[in-house]
């Protein structure tokens, strides 16, 4: 019974991640319109672009490969598989040890290396210029991500998130200056991962200033939907992270009742919300970068990684 | 009897290099010779895993009537030696079944079949020895075989110069091992592993054999700076042969160096790991950053073996400063990432190398620039490739993953080590590991998309055929292996326990038994992955989306010609390149690394001739280190030139001069 009940738990997490992802993109936007005094649409409207993306026919090129068609369903299934393992109205759910947070990053890394593959597929020079950049952009965003897990996981003494999370919840962590540097560290890799300014822009319809839009040119249909849902959760994943880690109030945990699902799922909310909206007002308060400034970006990133994962390695002894 | 049975193998497979060298000319020989090494190598194999599985740490002991009189030959089977006997043999069956159609189109077998089998039977033989005059006879015997290989096309321009840079660098390996072995053995001159174990060396002479072993097991595995023959000479040779040398042979040179280190060289000092993971995670880097420039296929996943190394050294580097400390389990974590890491390696790059062996049949072109779109017309290698590509850039659920996450629990209990050093040295040495893991993904995003994706960019990419039978066959084997080493890791690693047990006597928590085959190196709530469970997620998630999907919403389908913003340009030319694709990577790490420069020459207003891009990339560790070397040992032949044409007078009075400085040098000796 009590099986059947994490099970069931589990699955709600799989299904609010899915579910809620959309939104998270809606609100981001609208508050963006909002800031530059549009009215922007509804905060439904991801809801309804991916409804008509999936009824309306894919058009594929006529030199794409089975690659090409196989390659939205893999995105998504990794960062749906990645986005569920963390935890974001609960914590220590039943599935949550089949990956602690390295499984999760290289989760998302085989997400992008199926993309960036689908980006070359049909041969035109817009995907290759996309696919180029994304996995340059990745090879600095990845290793600073493992230096912040790195960071986390010698706090915590586990890369379990369901561990970590417990162990920022105990109360005895007070201020830390590692855990200080691995969040600058990682909200600069959430804003390169998921393709916001200054690194890249999500709205742009400049064809030389696209990276991640460039490489889904070619995507049409359904396709698409699964790319654009993909990229929605990939968002969600990184806000539930930074708030799962740095700010776990409110989260349910293993066996609790049902009132505490509902605060956890009302914080959660909450959290989604106000990450959306910072994430709306940095965007906006902020211009793009050159491609080329973004290696230093991300070189920050990484350093300011490995500056809060060498300070445990000294500190443990002192 | 297991050893001898094995034993019978080596001499079953040195037959057949005579069979290959008597019958080389005749139409029946190829798929005779290799089917012959095909059957051998899959009984040791059998045997080797037989021992690994079943009997353990138990070590046998054979000596043959064979070598220096009345010493003997001395053989011996552990858990260590059984484990990396697995990997050269699976290797082995693998390209003997990928040849078995690969060979049909050798142009000159004769210059394969008779050292084929040779090079098999003296990577057996490296690792059964157990006195240093078999180990070194079998090492030199694996070095001049493959020599041999490289040099079987040797019209082909370039090769005749990889063939050379090799055997220097070979030669050059065996004396630093030669002199290892010289200072292990002592003054008593017992040159027997076990005598050695014996006596552990004084700390400065096992400080000194350290290093001769990095240099001479580094120098055949390519540790950065001694890898520059690697890439010349694993593509020279044929496909399955650069398969052999890139993804088994430099294992054997892993476990020379596992051997001596961990196991004849006594207790490590803490400081030893500094000087393998400072080289190690200079190799990583190094070695994928050069993987990412090149555009030769083969080329670039030589390259890429060195960075590969690089990761299973990072891995012995910890096991060796945990050892030093006294901390067994972790140690045994970082020595079964790190042999973990062998046996993936010796998976997909194997794979990795008959998919370029297949295209090199189907197209004849090694040269990235000219493929693409191969997708279409070889199907079959397109899948393995893509399964190996995404292997070896560690990304879950395959099998690359399960040993980088290993090698990266075991950097993160390194916390415990008391020194600064490694303080250090440790969470830098994991920052470039993290740093090689993603730069590999880029690597071979490059590599995979740029051969199999897109379309074709000349005539005959755009008119090859999928490959024969029996090398499609080896190409998915290994696929498949990769996938189940990486959804049941757990297998993987309690084989593992033997050769870890061997060397550390210690080893890992047991894996099988544990809840949904979840694998829990160190203890629950510390760190866990399941590769299974990711899978299946991934398997379900995927295909459940696309039924619903396809039943619910729309499955119509339009081909058309593609977008590419409204202007797209029917020149296959316009594509991405390799070129173009590694640009930024060459922007944002190359200028200082490699000196890169780019240089356009645009034509003058009105001529319409084409603008061209000509791009550098320097090998620094060849111009600094390599060609002074180089040309100082020219020199110093031109100097001495002059000593080849005497009269015989001067000859004879330099014999004599050379006599007396010798006896004067004895007599004065203390």
Redesign the interface.
Known sequence: MALILDIAIQGAQMAVVLALAPLLTGIVRKVKARLLRRRGPSIVQPYRDLLRLLKKEAIVADTASWLFRVAPYMVFACTWVAAALVPSFASGLIFSWSADLIAIVALIGTARFMLALAGLDVGTSFGGIGSSREVLFASLAEPAMIMIVFTLSLLAGSTQLSSVIGYMLAGEVGLRVSLGLALVALILVSIAENARIPVDNPATHLELTMVHEAMVLEYSGRHLAMIELAASLKLLLYLSLIAAIFAPWGMASAGSGPADYAIGAAAYLAKLTVGGLLLAVFETSIAKMRVFRVPEFLGAALMLGLLGTVLLFVSRSL | MILSAILAMVAALLATGIVGLVAARSRAATPIVYGACLLVTAAALALALDHLLRAGTGALTATLPLGIPWLGAHFRLDGLSAFFLVVVNLGAAMASLFALGYGRHETAPERVLPFFPLFLAGMNLVVLADDAFVFLLSWEFMSLSSWALVLAHHREEGNTRAALVYIVMASFGTLALLLAFGLLAGPEGSYGFDAMRAHAPTPAVAAVTLGLVLLGAGSKAGIVPLHAWLPLAHPAAPSHVSALMSGVMTKVAVYAFIRVVFDLLGPPVWWWSVVVLVLAGITCVMGVLYALMQHDLKRLLAYHTVENIGIIFVGLGLALAFRANGIAWAAALAMTAALFHVFNHSLFKSLLFFGSGAVLTATGERDMEHL??L??RM?RT?FAF?IGS?AI????PLNG?VSE?LT??S??V??TL?Q?GL??L???V??LL??S???A??C???A???TF???PRSAQAASAHEVDGASVAAMLALAMLCLLAGIFPGVVIDALAAPVTAVLGSQMAVQLYMP?L?LVPLG???????GL??FL???V???G??AV?HRL??H??????????GF??PS?A???TAG??????R??FGTKLFAASERVTMPAPGDLGPARIEISVRDLIWDWMYAPIASAVLRIADLLNPLQFQTVRRYLSLVFGALVVLLLVLALWP
């Not at chain 2, 850039?393 to 879950?396: D, G, R, T």
């Open positions: 693409g779109g997708i279409h199907p397109a893509l995404a850039s560690a990304l879950p993953f996450w990266f629990q950097v993160l390194s916390p008391p600064w303080k250090f440790v969470p830098a994991g920052a993290a740093l893991a993603a730069l993904a880029a071979f995003v490059k995979f998309g740029v994706l897109g379309r949904w979840t629950e709530g510390r760190s866990s992955y399941n469970m990711v997620f991934i398997a998630s995927a295909l989306a696309a999907i919403a729309s119509a389908l339009r081909r058309a010609p593609a977008w590419d913003c797209p340009e296959p316009t594509q991405y173009s694709f590694a640009q930024p990577f922007r944002v």
